[in-house]
């Protein structure tokens, strides 16, 4: 038996097949399929008048523009080399965030910032300045707060991480997937590992607290020893944090993914091997399972955060800032409410008009019924803490969870059996070592929506591995 860090590899390749089918990433709870486009401004508007004016929020800026497409993308971008698209952006951008600062009931702090995309750094450095002080001067940033980036090593230039070192920030993660040059050709995203280990060193030697790689297996012509040499230059540099995503083959949302040949994509065993070879490469060099897909050395705060149980997650991942209210500003952007959430219009041009129209957008949102903060509590709990005690359940809902979710405990029995929980006699349970790597399945059972979802035809989530 293989046993790496507690955690049973050979147990894990023995489950997946049957763990490895389409299943949320629960960023939220309900998640975005539920939501409605009924969802108005007005509703938006009075979520925000009734946040705490005493608890400090976390901010998101969506900066959508990329120069050049990445055929496995399915992230909201706009692909432009014209220096106009970004002026008009800041100047709405601007807009919108002036329209949030007036709907909260107070002049709120912020504890945590972070802008993705896109290609965040598709901005010159004066205009990455411009739109940190629209946000911060809207929002005061707390002196110790959490400031992060996603970059694409590509585009990113020593001046533009200049500038954003001068800002504050102080956490990056780097856009990386494979550093095979015939994936790379084949996704459209060349990128020598030159590039991204100079925008390591860069970032440390500029006082970045953590650096964070994202890599995707599942991608053309991948096959177990060309992502091992991945890892092998990855690993070289030992970025602080490692995101390990499953390629998502969503066509019906990113048609340039109909251009990958199914003969060129690993097959389901295959990209399972790659997943199990990762995994076990990451734990042997010292990495912690953080949750779902995410790693961390064991002295980064995520560890920490998932030691002392002060974990979280929202739309911008893992993040050690337990319970903050998220607003997010720009096209397509969610922000995440005590009782709701909201998405703002996805299209620029969309975006740009409503933010015109009436300083605030949104696309679709939901407004939380009591069942679903029931819910979203114990699949927060599930996804970060590993572990939902019968007591704290009590505590916060005064109920009995072995009464309350009897049915999904059942569910939750053949889990028990594969060794992914345990579960406790009054009905709270821990996710175990091995089960951490497979969390999505664990929350799915308190998924009130889910069993509806799944009789589609067409699927709603990607493959979970
Ligand atoms: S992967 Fe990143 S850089 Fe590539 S198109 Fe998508 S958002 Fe842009």
Same mark, same amino acid.
């Given at each position: 038996m293989s046993k790496t860090s507690s955690i049973d590899l050979d147990a894990l390749e023995r489950l997946l097949p049957r763990y490895g089918g389409p299943g949320p990433r629960y960023t939220s709870y309900p998640t975005a399929p539920?939501?409605? /486009? #009924?969802?108005?401004?007005?509703?938006?508007?009075?979520?925000? $008048? *009734?946040?705490?004016?005493? *608890? #400090?929020?976390?901010?998101?800026?969506?900066?959508?523009?990329c120069t050049s497409l990445c055929h496995f993308c399915a992230c909201n971008r706009v692909i432009t080399q014209k220096p106009e698209p970004p002026v008009e952006y800041l100047d709405h951008i601007a807009l919108?965030?002036?329209a949030f600062a007036e709907a909260v009931p107070a002049r709120l702090h912020v504890s945590q910032l972070h802008w993705g995309g896109g290609t965040p750094t598709h901005l010159s450095p004066a205009q990455i300045e411009l739109l940190f002080r629209h946000m911060t001067d809207a929002f005061p940033l707390r002196e110790d707060a959490e400031i992060s980036i996603e970059v694409d090593p590509r585009v990113t230039t020593d001046e533009q991480m200049d500038a954003l070192a001068t800002c504050g920030f102080n956490r990056i993660s780097l856009g990386v997937q494979d550093t095979n040059p015939a994936t790379q050709k084949a996704v459209h995203r060349i990128q020598p590992f030159e590039m991204t280990r100079h925008l390591t060193e860069g970032a440390r030697a500029r006082g970045f607290e953590s650096v964070n790689f994202d890599l995707i297996y599942g991608l053309p012509y991948q096959t177990e020893e060309s992502f091992a040499?991945?890892?092998?230059e990855i690993l070289e540099v030992r970025p602080d944090r490692i995101a390990l995503y499953a390629y998502a083959h969503v066509t019906w949302v990113a048609k340039q993914q109909r251009g990958f040949e199914r003969k060129d994509l690993p097959d389901p065993a295959t990209r399972i091997r790659i997943m199990l070879m990762a995994t076990r490469r990451l734990l042997d060099a010292g990495y912690r399972p953080i949750g779902m897909d995410h790693f961390a050395v064991a002295d980064d705060e995520l560890s920490r955060?998932?030691?002392? $149980?002060?974990l979280r997650r929202n739309f911008m991942g893992y993040t050690t800032q337990e319970g903050l209210d998220v607003l997010a500003f720009g096209p397509s952007a969610i922000s995440e409410l005590p009782d709701a959430y909201a998405q703002?219009?996805?299209?620029i041009g969309a975006w740009q008009e409503a933010v015109r129209r009436t300083g605030l957008t949104t696309m679709r949102g939901h407004l939380l019924s009591p069942d679903d903060v029931v *819910? *979203?509590?114990?699949? /927060?709990?599930?996804?970060?803490? $590993?572990?939902?005690?019968?007591a704290d359940y009590a505590e916060r809902f005064g109920g009995r969870?072995?009464?309350?979710?009897?049915q999904e405990l059942e569910r939750l029995e053949v889990l028990q059996a594969d060794g992914l929980i345990r579960i406790g006699e009054a009905g709270g349970f821990v996710v175990e070592p091995l089960g951490r790597l497979l969390v999505r399945h664990v929350a799915m059972a308190f998924d009130a929506y889910l069993p509806e979802q799944q009789k589609r035809d067409q699927p709603l989530f990607s493959r979970t591995v």
């Open positions: 539920v939501w409605s /486009g #009924d969802y108005a401004v007005e509703s938006l508007r009075e979520s925000l $008048g *009734r946040l705490d004016p005493n *608890r #400090d929020i976390a901010l998101y800026a969506h900066v959508p523009f919108e965030i002036a040499h991945t890892l092998d955060a998932l030691d002392d $149980g002060t703002s219009e996805r299209e *819910r *979203r509590w114990l699949i /927060g709990r599930i996804m970060c803490h $590993g572990e939902v005690r019968a969870i072995a009464v309350d979710f009897s």
